[in-house]
């Protein structure tokens, strides 16, 4: 988590979203609102539906990750999204990436 009285900022939210995504799925399979909140465990701010749901959609249709429809017991249903193989691979590429993107931004 960030210290208190820091922010990403918005770009970077945006930028960081997918990856972060990706990532959080890598644990298992999670429902859109649940990986919203492990992300604001992970310093983000609270991500809008209007932000969220449309970077699900985008990485389920390249293919990442699926989805299946889960009935709720006593409650609402709930779509599920499970991380692809494909999505493991783009998630490993990206990583790769980024610790190169730290590496060159972090040079002394």
Same mark, same amino acid.
């Given at each position: 988590?960030?210290?208190?009285?820091?922010?990403?900022?918005?770009?970077?939210?945006?930028?960081?979203?997918?990856?972060?995504?990706?990532?959080?799925?890598?644990?298992?399979?999670?429902? !859109?609102?649940?990986?919203?909140?492990?992300?604001?465990?992970? &310093?983000? *701010?609270?991500? +809008?539906?209007? %932000? =969220?749901?449309?970077?699900?959609?985008?990485?389920?249709?390249? !293919?990442?990750?699926?989805?299946?429809?889960?009935?709720?017991? &006593?409650? *609402?249903?709930? +779509?599920?999204? %499970? =991380?692809?193989?494909?999505?493991?691979?783009?998630?490993?590429?990206?990583?790769?990436?980024?610790?190169?993107?730290?590496?060159?931004?972090?040079?002394?």
């Amino acid at each position: 988590m960030l210290a208190v009285g820091k922010e990403f900022p918005g770009t970077w939210q945006r930028a960081f979203l997918p990856l972060s995504l990706l990532d959080a799925l890598e644990g298992g399979p999670n429902h !859109g609102y649940a990986l919203g909140q492990m992300l604001e465990t992970r &310093g983000f *701010p609270p991500i +809008k539906g209007a %932000t =969220l749901y449309p970077a699900l959609v985008k990485l389920e249709s390249a !293919g990442f990750m699926e989805s299946t429809w889960v009935d709720g017991e &006593g409650a *609402p249903g709930r +779509k599920v999204y %499970t =991380l692809t193989g494909t999505g493991r691979g783009h998630l490993a590429s990206q990583r790769e990436l980024w610790a190169f993107f730290q590496e060159a931004v972090l040079r002394e």
